[in-house]
């Protein structure tokens, strides 16, 4: 079965400062991963995706993220925080079963910016 | 041009009524889904509909019954609403159920059930 695991439920960090937001994810074939980001009452946006490709991902709004089978990881960072990427974000992978598939998203992690 | 729009965003409404919200998607994508945000911000799927056809249904009361018209359009329905209905409820859109690149979502509509 697949599922994610977001380790952090809350990170907090100084603006300017790198982002790390940590995500493991569990997947019986190889997966496909996402991250997305959901402002204050806004809907989902998609950051980066993983699809088998290249294993560091470069998505939208300088994040990065870098799938690492050894350690069935798909953490997703920033080298500078800036005041608007307070958010939630959510790990994801995609479950796939024959005629169906779906998203499994993780429980979310909320990502504080300090001026 | 709004890629998936979800209407209305905000719905408060008394235990007991029924209610629906509509969803369009304009990217020409064949499959949709209606996802469920509970009050812990934690996302699950409800229904799946690829052209039109009913592919995923998870365990969801049965006072929730989707519709898809035609496959740009997905609409929720729910009867007799209960105040645990309370949540935020996000349509989202994929070109094929695996969706290569990633599913776009609506903004969701936010149901409060009083």
């Known amino acids: 079965a697949q599922s994610v695991t977001q380790l952090d439920s809350h990170v907090s960090v100084s603006e300017g400062t790198p982002v790390l937001l940590r995500c493991n994810y569990s997947?019986?074939?190889?997966?496909?991963l996402f991250w997305y980001v959901q402002h204050p009452n806004k809907g989902l946006q998609l950051l980066l995706k993983?699809?088998?490709?290249?294993?560091l991902v470069k998505g939208i709004n300088g994040f990065e993220a870098e799938f690492k089978k050894s350690e069935t990881s798909f953490h997703l960072t920033k080298p500078s925080a800036h005041m608007s990427d307070a958010a939630e974000y959510f790990c994801v992978v995609a479950n796939y079963g024959g005629s169906q598939g779906n998203l499994i998203f993780g429980k979310g992690t909320k990502l504080s910016v300090k001026p | 041009d709004t890629a998936v729009s979800q209407t209305p965003k905000y719905l408060v409404t008394q235990m007991g009524n029924d209610k629906s919200i509509k969803c369009e998607q304009n990217?020409?994508?064949?499959?949709m889904y209606w996802y469920k945000q509970d009050s812990k911000k934690f996302l699950k799927i409800m229904f799946s509909y690829n052209n039109k056809e009913l592919i995923i249904n998870e365990t969801v009361p049965n006072r929730f019954s989707p519709k898809s018209p035609d496959k740009a359009h997905l609409n929720l329905h729910i009867n007799s609403l209960e105040l645990g209905d309370s949540a935020v409820y996000f349509c989202?859109?994929?070109?094929?159920?695996?969706?290569?690149?990633?599913?776009?979502f609506g903004s969701g509509t936010r149901l409060t059930v009083v």
């Open positions: 989202a859109s994929s070109q094929g159920v695996r969706g290569p690149s990633g599913y776009t």
């Open positions: 993983y699809t088998s490709a290249a294993t």
């Open positions: 997947s019986s074939y190889s997966p496909s």
């Open positions: 990217l020409g994508h064949d499959t």
